[in-house]
């Protein structure tokens, strides 16, 4: 009979780390499936407001939370992803790519991944010019000119580090004005690099081998830039399809209390999987601690 664990936590960002951490210390016997290791976090760029770190990188807090995480002797398996969640007598089936496991209780800290933008040459440039991560992408671009498509917080961080690798910046905002951070904002309009565009949407993406230009609609006037890379930052997906029994709401995050609990008993998820309306690295890693001390308590509840 295959073992059951007492926690399977799906996903290892700042919520399923800290989970993990604070599981390891319960002395629960654990599980963590993985597709990687750092989430978001290990996306972002210059980190100012997590607390302990006046000023430290993305990666470089993701390292961090690794580094702690694997202090634990716990069983962790990278590169899984997970396909189903089934409740199954008492207990609870987690179907993956690769394998099944059995738990008392599961965490789902699965995060989000970047929304597409659903235009032609998208597909076709992926990794050809177009990227998703300024951060891991952006030293490939310098010199160069760039656009970056978005104009939330994601897409002027993105715009601010490539400030300091790329020629011309282009930032194709789809809304009246910017609504990213208003210090933010500032820094942007004060770079000469930057051009923004309002009221704008891209129609196409254009090249050969490699992206050479952008196709885009200003005021309802067509314009082509010509760039050499193109960073996507319009917003994330929760990664919450293999949670078929649980309650979303209509972004499709899933519905918790303040408990971290789920609609399914013994099924709690944290950090930006769920309907919490921050987004940030340390909410993310706090409601991963909350999980845990609830998947605890109703363990200890139980017979």
Do not use: W
Request: neutral net charge; charged residues 30%.
């Amino acid at each position: 009979m295959k073992k059951i664990y007492d926690l399977v936590i799906i996903g290892a960002g700042p919520a399923g780390i800290t989970a993990a951490v604070y599981a390891a210390r319960k002395k629960m016997n654990i599980l963590v499936l993985t597709k990687d290791i750092g989430g978001q976090a290990s996306l972002s760029g210059d980190i100012q407001n997590y607390t302990g770190y006046q000023f430290i990188s993305g990666p470089e807090l993701a390292i961090k939370f690794e580094e702690h995480m694997r202090k634990f002797n716990f069983e962790i398996k990278e590169n899984e992803e997970v396909k189903e969640l089934i409740s199954k007598k008492g207990t609870f089936l987690v179907k993956t790519d690769k394998d099944n496991y059995r738990a008392k209780t599961v965490i789902i800290a699965s995060g989000k991944r970047s929304r597409e933008l659903g235009v032609t040459g998208e597909r076709e440039f992926r990794n050809k010019g177009l990227t998703y991560c300024a951060t891991c992408d952006g030293p490939l671009f310098a010199g160069r000119d760039v656009a970056v498509i978005g104009g939330g917080n994601s897409a002027l961080d993105a715009a601010l580090q490539l400030t300091k690798i790329a020629n011309k910046i282009y930032v194709i905002n789809i809304t009246d004005n910017l609504t990213g951070d208003g210090i933010m904002q500032e820094k942007i309009r004060a770079d000469n690099k930057v051009s923004i565009f309002n009221n704008s949407r891209v129609k196409e993406i254009l090249g050969d081998s490699f992206v050479q230009a952008i196709k885009i609609e200003e005021d309802k006037e067509e314009k082509v830039l010509d760039v050499q890379g193109i960073f996507v930052e319009i917003g994330l997906i929760p990664n919450s399809e293999f949670a078929s029994d649980l309650e979303k709401n209509e972004r499709k995050e899933i519905v918790v209390n303040q408990r971290n609990e789920t609609n399914v008993p013994g099924i709690f998820a944290a950090g930006d999987v769920t309907n919490v309306p921050e987004k940030q690295i340390i909410i993310a890693a706090g409601e991963g601690a909350k999980a845990v001390l609830s998947a605890f308590r109703y363990l200890s509840t139980r017979k």
